[in-house]
């Protein structure tokens, strides 16, 4: 398996989690992802983007980085063309860090959506942002690692026909859930999480060091 970190211009907290998931991959920043270089203690061997929102007062030796540069005006975001060099790399699993949170919550969907669309593919994806996390649902059965009392939800992407959540402090069995359901929002895992689904497409978005509340 080739593992590819992408650094997205969301936001970015470091946890024991999201240094296991970049432990030993590949690094490719796109844009103002770059600024999340530092603080995971990488170095991407290629930044792409338009430039257009690079943050100031970068370390010198970020001059050194491979560049890809495209014109403002274009028809994929920096994350995808970013996501894009990975894969013609031979990328078949992607941590994409920074993909929520943000000023561009347009982005933030896109990062979900692309997510779902690349799973279909056959690639292996998790968003992050450290303190909360995702993963595509597709048909088929999943395992998930959480604490107890970790917040989970669902988010379909489509209606989901089949599905069943154990290891929840709500479980469901077999059901089905129309398309913009709240149902599967705000769970808590009690023990191992395991979701199956027969049909449709879907997000699991869980939170296992939720920030702060003010």
Not at 100 to 111: I, K, S, T, V, Y
Not at 190 to 199: C, F, M, N, P, Q
Request: with cysteine; proline share 6%; net charge negative.
């Amino acid at each position: 398996m080739s593992r590819f970190a992408i650094l997205l211009g969301g936001g970015l907290v470091r946890t024991p989690r999201l240094d296991a998931q970049v432990a030993g991959a590949r690094v490719i920043a796109a844009d103002s992802g770059i600024r999340h270089a530092a603080s995971l203690g990488v170095t991407p061997e290629l930044w792409v983007g338009d430039f257009d929102s690079v943050p100031p007062m970068l370390p010198a030796h970020y001059a050194d980085i491979p560049r890809k540069t495209f014109p403002h005006e274009k028809d994929k975001t920096d994350g995808e063309l970013a996501i894009a060099d990975a894969l013609g790399l031979g990328a078949t699993s992607l941590v994409l860090c920074g993909a929520f949170g943000g000023q561009r919550a347009d982005h933030e969907f896109l990062h979900l959506a692309l997510a779902v669309q690349l799973a279909e593919a056959g690639i292996e994806v998790t968003l992050t942002s450290g303190s909360q996390e995702g993963f595509p649902l597709l048909p088929g059965t999943a395992d998930f690692d959480y604490e107890d009392g970790t917040l989970f939800s669902i988010l379909g992407f489509s209606e989901l026909f089949g599905l069943s959540v154990e290891g929840a402090k709500w479980p469901l069995r077999n059901v089905e859930v129309a398309f913009g359901s709240s149902l599967t929002i705000s769970n808590e895992t009690r023990g191992r999480l395991r979701i199956s689904l027969e049909r449709g497409r879907a997000v699991l978005l869980a939170h296992p060091y939720p920030l702060p509340e003010y």
